[in-house]
């Protein structure tokens, strides 16, 4: 290449470390939540992950949820929601307790001996 009259290389860098960073970061992080979901499904729990909405939508459940007959893609697809494999004199109280512990500021509480809950808040709230 030549630059007024000379011949010049031209030479380009930019540093990648940070982007280098966040990969092994990213990398890190995707390796724990495998390890944790490995733990999780070879668990008798179930985790479920949804939305304080009406018919609370599941975001993200174990796949072990199969041992009790329902796929978890059919929860994640919105076929069937939370409350829909709640027992029907159960639902009321479930969703009572819900509502009251996100009133109250609450992240957690345990309605019954067998099932736990904890609220995940966002930035909203």
């Known amino acids: 290449m030549d630059y007024e009259g000379k011949t010049a290389v031209l030479i380009v860098a930019r540093d990648i470390s940070e982007q280098k960073q966040i990969k092994r970061e990213l990398s890190h992080s995707l390796r724990v939540s495998k390890v944790l979901e490995l733990i999780i499904s070879s668990s008798p729990v179930i985790v479920f992950l ?69 609220l995940r808040r966002d930035s909203l709230g």
């Open 50 to 118: 949804s939305s304080p909405k009406e018919k609370r939508p599941v975001e993200f459940i174990t796949e072990n949820i199969i041992l009790f007959g329902y796929p978890a893609g059919a929860f994640t697809s919105g076929e069937i929601a939370y409350e829909d494999i709640i027992h029907p004199l159960d639902a009321e109280k479930v969703r009572d307790n819900l509502f009251r512990n996100y009133t109250e500021g609450r992240n957690d509480f345990f309605p019954g001996v067998q099932n736990s809950h904890s």
